[in-house]
């Protein structure tokens, strides 16, 4: 079975600029995941969606980034403008969901963010 | 969701059993203990998860104390793939959310 594609895998832009990121998770998944992992951190939840409804966007810093997942399956996460302190790996990931049981998550090979 | 508290770094030899430790003191009865890993320049990799009884994959086996205020990973035969970042993870099982602390980074020499 494919894993969770994501696109690009290197990205270096000026602060200010804006930039996006593509996710395509595993067929069937209902719920995604963007998760940012700065250099020496685990990850952090940014955003869930569960279809293309968000379910969890507490740490989502609202007033620069965004998140949509159109039709329920693929996903892009923008930043506008970007800061210094964005440089980072941004990661999505996929899961399975039956009622109230979520399984396991599958992670795509990552964004790595560089903000200069 | 509970904390974890994992030693920063490991290493055990090639084709030894590695046994990484994780303290989850403030576990509730609910919560279910998960391992990750992440692999240099790759995403997190599910490995096992577990509530109270002892649980074995083709990639590791689970042990948690019978108090579940700890448990251990056991990759019995490491080979230098095994080399990566452990994250202990408790989370609630009807909570989608998964908070990653620092974890143990292993090291498995030649």
């Known amino acids: 079975e494919a894993g969770v594609a994501q696109s690009p895998r290197y990205k270096i832009i000026e602060k200010r600029q804006s930039v996006a990121f593509w996710c395509n998770p595993i067929?069937?998944?209902?719920?995604l995941y963007w998760y940012q992992q700065i250099l020496g951190q685990g990850p952090k939840l940014l955003i869930q969606?569960?279809?293309?409804?968000?379910?969890?966007d507490s740490q989502l810093p609202k007033d620069r980034f965004s998140a949509e997942r159109l039709k329920g399956v693929d996903s892009t996460l923008k930043i506008q403008p970007a800061k210094l302190e964005d440089s980072a790996v941004y990661l999505c990931?996929?899961?399975?969901?039956?009622?109230?049981?979520?399984?396991?998550?599958?992670f795509g090979p990552g964004t790595r963010l560089t903000v200069t | 969701d509970a904390k974890t508290t994992q030693p920063p770094s490991m290493d055990c030899a090639e084709g030894r059993a590695a046994n990484l430790p994780c303290n989850h003191s403030?576990?509730?009865?609910?919560?279910?203990v998960y391992w990750y890993r992440q692999i240099h320049s790759q995403g997190p990799q599910y490995i096992i998860h577990?509530?109270?009884n002892n649980e074995t994959n083709e990639m590791a086996s689970l042990i948690i104390t019978e108090d579940r205020k700890s448990s251990t990973l056991i990759l019995p035969h490491a080979t230098l793939r095994d080399t990566a970042v452990y994250y202990c993870?408790?989370?609630?099982?009807?909570?989608?959310?998964?908070?990653f602390g620092s974890g143990t980074r292993l090291l498995v020499r030649p």
């Open positions: 577990g509530l109270k």
């Open positions: 990931a996929s899961s399975q969901t039956a009622g109230l049981i979520s399984y396991e998550q599958y």
């Open positions: 403030t576990i509730s009865g609910n919560e279910y």
């Open positions: 067929s069937g998944h209902a719920t």
């Open positions: 969606f569960q279809n293309n409804g968000v379910v969890d």
């Open positions: 993870i408790v989370r609630r099982g009807s909570s989608y959310k998964l908070i």
